[in-house]
């Protein structure tokens, strides 16, 4: 079985950073794609970034030049860097991991972590 463990969520100003983190723990020998998604209230889930483990990387149009993906492969950990926060960024933050494969298994399996709050507000 797979964890993400995300953090780094909280409170900012409009114009201010915030960095969220996901760490994916278990028996893991392989993960194709990580990404985080948002939804805020009374809305779909939407995608935010996604990085495949070559580091192809795509954005929501809305974040595009404001946020950056990263990810260390050896860690099982993806980043999300965002920067010139707008208080439409408030939403809750999930991680995604695509393609999952588990130690000794040939099925992949997608995985999300619980969530983390983002509030953009003065």
């Known amino acids: 079985q797979v964890q993400l463990v995300e953090s780094g969520g909280g409170l900012a100003q409009p114009g201010g950073s915030l960095r969220l983190s996901c760490a994916a723990s278990?028996?893991?020998?392989?993960?194709?794609?990580m990404g985080w998604y948002r939804q805020a209230p009374g809305k779909q889930r939407e995608l935010v970034a996604r990085?495949?483990?070559?580091?192809?990387?795509k954005y929501a149009d809305s974040v595009k030049g404001r946020f950056t993906i990263s990810r260390d492969n050896n860690k099982n950990t993806v980043y999300l860097q965002m920067n010139s926060l707008k208080p439409e960024d408030t939403a809750l933050y999930f991680c995604?991991?695509?393609?999952?494969?588990?130690?000794?298994?040939?099925?992949?399996?997608?995985?999300w972590g619980q969530g983390t709050q983002v509030t953009v507000s003065s």
């Open positions: 990085i495949t483990s070559g580091g192809s990387t």
């Open positions: 278990g028996s893991i020998r392989s993960i194709y794609a």
């Open positions: 995604n991991t695509e393609r999952t494969f588990n130690q000794g298994s040939l099925v992949p399996y997608d995985y």
